[in-house]
């Protein structure tokens, strides 16, 4: 799809777009950062420097202080806020600086090269930054190049018949990178490269279909009243999306309300396509007790007597749970519910679209639609939208209602 056909105002219903297309350039815009920085690791005293391509280690004034091309041979320290650069065989020191120290690509085509931090490569910059508590290494990059690493992860590997949905991905990671970066203007990173934020895995991650589908949509975001949206997105909505109170504390936003994803004129859920558009899971009682008392809210646990489910919310999903503990009563309430009923892996409860079934004698037993937190975009409705033609405007005003499309410079 060009990307005259995705700036395309709408107004009007599904598929359909009302009034004149307007080329990118006359979309309105919006002042916004260009660049973003993203952590990638972290060390409490020190973290070494360097990669597998030649680099170079320059200060905040622009100073060479060391090349190289391979790991371990430097190493950035931290003394409260200020950093320095050691050689690591012969213990050499750069003066301690308030200023960050930054690995940037060698040699003779610098500007094509990439630099590298456990083995995985990327483009821009590293940023070494220190805080009160650690030192940080940050990617620092144009946004476009970062949303390389971070659309097909996020999205997963698509194909042509896709690509709608791929670039109404690309404007909803966009859009929340930018609020993201306009929000770290008090600190010294923007946002992190773990599913916190978003998915982000540099050069490695990029593929043909996403990046044509970020240059299709470049600089393109979801802007409502005059201000870019965050617009949050999961994998499945398992029939209707969420309003982002009925998940997480807080007031919600105009253009975050549960909307339907039925497919017009049938009883069946566009994301229905997914994998884990209905799942189930179960626990014993002694299952219940070891998983529940994991948690936060259920640290010290050794028994449970009953399960209640406490409601539902306007979309259906299970409002909480209070559980009847040795220790009192526990009450696990939307997002966290998820969190608190974690396996012993890690893997969190694919989503709170979910009616609970408590036994005495056979313990719990959840059967579920959905996963993710069901706010915003569903990629999985966004993908079998795009299949049956629909285009990427069309996909984000389903998703996020009374949003419109506008550039960022």
């Known amino acids: 799809m060009k990307a005259v056909a995705i700036a395309l105002l709408l107004v009007g219903g599904a598929g359909h777009a009302r009034g004149r297309p307007q080329p990118p350039s006359q979309l309105p815009t919006i002042r916004a950062p260009r660049e973003v920085r993203v952590v990638l690791g972290s060390g409490a005293a020190s973290l070494g420097v ?10 905040a004034w622009g100073r060479v202080h060391a090349r190289g091309s391979r790991a371990g041979e430097w190493r950035i320290e931290r003394d409260g806020r200020r950093l320095r650069a050691v050689q690591v065989p012969t213990g050499r020191a750069t003066a301690w600086s308030d200023e960050p120290f930054a690995v940037q690509a060698d040699g003779d085509d610098a500007s094509s090269s990439r630099v590298s931090w456990e083995a995985r490569r990327y483009r821009g910059e590293l940023r070494y930054l220190a ?8 990617n620092v990059l144009p946004i476009e190049e970062y949303l390389r690493g971070v ?22 990671a966009r859009s929340y990178t930018v609020v993201r970066a306009l929000e770290g203007v008090t ?23 996403a990046n044509a589908a970020i240059a299709a949509t470049e600089g393109i975001v979801l802007s409502y009243r005059g201000q870019v949206v965050r617009a949050p997105y999961h994998s499945t909505c398992g029939g209707t999306t969420a309003a982002p109170e009925e998940v997480f504390a807080g007031v919600g936003e105009g253009y975050l309300r549960s909307v339907s994803d039925r497919v017009p004129g049938t009883d069946r859920a566009w994301c229905e396509i997914s994998p884990r558009y209905s799942w189930e899971r179960k626990w014993s009682r002694e299952e219940l007790v070891a998983t529940v008392a994991r948690s936060t809210e259920g640290k010290g646990i050794h028994a449970i007597h009953g399960v209640d489910m406490t409601g539902s919310t306007a979309s259906g999903r299970l409002a909480g749970l209070r559980l009847s503990t040795d220790r009192g009563t526990i009450q ?26 408590w036994s005495a004698t056979q313990g719990l037993t959840l059967r579920g639609r959905g996963n993710g937190h069901g706010v915003g975009m569903c990629q999985w409705g966004a993908i079998a939208r795009a299949r049956a033609g629909y285009d990427a405007a069309t996909i984000l005003l389903a998703y996020y209602p009374g949003t419109t499309l506008s550039r960022v410079h």
């Open 187 to 209: 600190r010294a990173w923007d946002l992190t490269s773990r599913p916190v934020d978003q998915v982000y895995g540099g050069v490695d991650a990029e593929s043909a279909v």
């Open 151 to 172: 659309v097909p992860l996020e999205i997963g590997p698509r194909g042509s018949a896709e690509r709608a949905a791929v670039e109404a991905q690309a404007i909803a």
């Open 50 to 59: 360097g990669g597998s391509a030649p680099w170079r280690l320059v200060d």
């Open 131 to 138: 805080t009160d508590t650690a030192v940080l290494v940050a």
């Open 332 to 357: 696990l309430r939307g997002n966290a519910l998820r969190f608190a009923l974690a396996n012993v892996g890690g893997e969190i409860l694919p989503s709170t679209y979910v009616s609970a079934h």
